[in-house]
């Protein structure tokens, strides 16, 4: 009936997988749970898991990134439908599997689900990633698909799949919703949230920030990512001329700018300003690479 499938990369799933097994035994369904390892240089013991009736751990030795990752999972699955899980989750539904099951009866629609962060927080060095997540990527994902964990059936993921050319971090998701709204399959969002307990330190962040940008750069010259917010409000900005304004402004307080989001208490807003103009910049040295 169902494949769980978790893209593991550097992170404990043994709480997460046991919680699964738990809750998909409990209502007595066919299931499967597959982990693979994405070239994971710790894997905290998640071997253990196999120990477990209907768990296949695999370690592949090489990373593949998102895309591949994902695609390889739904090959060794073996079930009609696929429940994609990220690895730095913690359930904190008991009916969480129970929700998804109640949706197999609907074909042709892809579940998806909400992402949660904690309330409350110590300001450390990895403030802006949970400040950022709680007060704008949890409330966003209500109206835009998010992969963190979806269920879709394997005859649709088959026709379309993640992009295997897509190596680099960041909007592999969003190239897959848009393929397959192109092909007119519906998206349902489920009040079924999961606890993203994988919170990046500052510096980290605001790298793999950068690197999602640099890569949606390269992904639109392919792709049709109009319906993207960075995209639509630059696109704004560069038709009356006030792109060149921002690039400046941005230039000029990069660095302090900086030096706000990895204190312990960073600002969205500032953030907000430092993706865009990183954008705005990027996508001009892009066009215009001498």
């Known amino acids: 009936m169902l494949s769980i499938l978790i893209p593991c990369y550097n992170f404990n799933v043994r709480k997460l997988v046991k919680e699964i097994y738990k809750q998909a035994n409990s209502i007595n369904i066919q299931y499967e749970i597959i982990c693979i390892e994405d070239g994971s240089k710790k894997t905290y013991f998640n071997s253990k898991i196999s120990e477990l009736n209907n768990v296949n751990y695999i370690v592949n030795s090489r990373n593949i990134g998102r895309s591949q990752m994902r695609n390889l999972l739904a090959e060794k699955a073996k079930y009609d439908w696929l429940l994609f899980i990220d690895c730095d989750s913690e359930i904190i539904n008991k009916n969480f599997i129970l929700k998804y099951i109640n949706k197999i009866k ?4 892809i579940f998806y689900g909400g992402t949660q962060y904690s309330i409350k927080h110590k300001k450390n060095d990895n403030t802006l990633h949970w400040k950022y997540g709680k007060n704008v990527e949890s ?3 209500k109206k835009i698909f998010s992969s963190h964990h979806f269920m879709i059936e394997r005859k649709i993921f088959n026709t379309i ?4 050319k897509i190596k680099k971090y960041g909007h592999e998701d969003t190239v897959f919703y848009n393929q397959l709204k192109e092909r007119k399959y519906k998206f349902q969002y489920l009040d079924n949230t999961l606890l993203h307990i994988g919170i990046e330190k500052n510096k980290n962040y605001i790298k793999k920030t950068k690197q999602s940008i640099n ?3 390269e992904l639109k010259e392919r792709y049709n ?3 993207i917010k960075i995209i639509k409000i630059n696109k704004i900005l560069s038709y009356f001329y006030i792109n060149y304004i921002l690039i400046l402004i941005y230039s000029k307080y990069e660095k302090k700018i900086y030096k706000n989001l990895t204190s ?3 600002s969205i ?4 300003f430092y993706k865009l103009g990183y954008y705005s910049k990027k996508l001009k040295s892009f066009k215009n690479p001498n």
């Not at 609907?106 to 629609?109: E, F, G, K, L, V």
């Not at 807003?269 to 907000?272: E, G, L, S, V, Y």
């Open 161 to 164: 799949n993640f992009d295997n």
């Open 264 to 266: 312990k208490n960073p």
């Open 106 to 109: 609907h074909c042709n629609t």
């Open 215 to 217: 890569n949606l750069i």
């Open 225 to 227: 990512l109009s319906n």
């Open 269 to 272: 807003i500032a953030f907000q």
């Open 139 to 141: 409330k966003r994902k």
